[in-house]
């Protein structure tokens, strides 16, 4: 699997390939190359770790609402992609959720001839880029939100996120993965906590239909 943009598998269907190797027993060997997610969190003056990777948010909705609204309340440095005529509406969204004094890194067209990187706050960036026209795919690095800003939560609040995670769907290591990217915890804290709650109700499934296509 080779492309012309990057790293396969980040942020591409390569990753139903590899799933579908690894399901089969197939080696798969990477060969590194370059990633923008990896270089533009590199330059971005922005501290590198913790980080979490996002990729592309939902477009427009209430998923894209509810994921923005998730991610401004982490403490990690967050890296996202967007492209340029989506961009300036991007830095908008943001603005809501997220201070406008959050710092950030606008990143583009990374690795190649026309490659820049633009720090400062979203509030300069939202003023930037309404004049300057964006150009190019771009790269976000943005600062986690401060931990003195950070509204730290009790056990029990804890426990009710995770269960609420798990009767979605989610494994406990799941639901500790997600619930970590927007709370002080790490995944280790909150897999301890998943561990212990009881499991979750299983979902009532419905007899298959017969030939006839009664129940």
């Known amino acids: 699997m080779v492309s012309d943009a990057g790293m396969p598998g980040i942020s591409d269907p390569g990753f139903e390939l590899v799933e579908a190797c690894a399901n089969e027993g197939i080696p798969v060997v990477a060969i590194p190359g370059a990633t923008a997610a990896i270089t533009a969190l590199c330059i971005s003056g922005l501290p590198p770790q913790p980080f979490v990777f996002e990729g592309f948010l939902p477009t427009k909705g209430r998923d894209r609402r509810e994921q923005i609204a998730r991610l401004a309340e982490g403490p990690r440095t967050l890296v996202l992609y967007e492209a340029p005529h989506r961009l300036l509406t991007t830095l908008q969204d943001l603005q809501g959720p ?93 897999y301890q906590i998943a561990i212990a709650l009881p499991d979750p109700p299983q979902a009532e499934v419905s007899p298959p239909a017969d030939a006839t296509g009664e129940a």
């Open 98 to 190: 997220f201070e406008a004094s959050r710092r950030l890194a606008v990143t583009r067209e990374l690795t190649k001839q026309f490659e820049e990187v633009w720090r400062g706050t979203l509030a300069e960036a939202i003023a930037h880029f309404t004049t300057t026209p964006p150009k190019g795919e771009f790269t976000l690095v943005i600062a986690g939100k401060p931990a003195a800003e950070a509204v730290p939560l009790s056990v029990e609040a804890l426990q009710q996120q995770l269960i609420d995670l798990m009767a979605a769907g989610l494994s406990r290591s799941q639901a500790s993965r997600q619930l970590a990217q927007s709370t002080t915890y790490s995944k280790r804290e909150l």
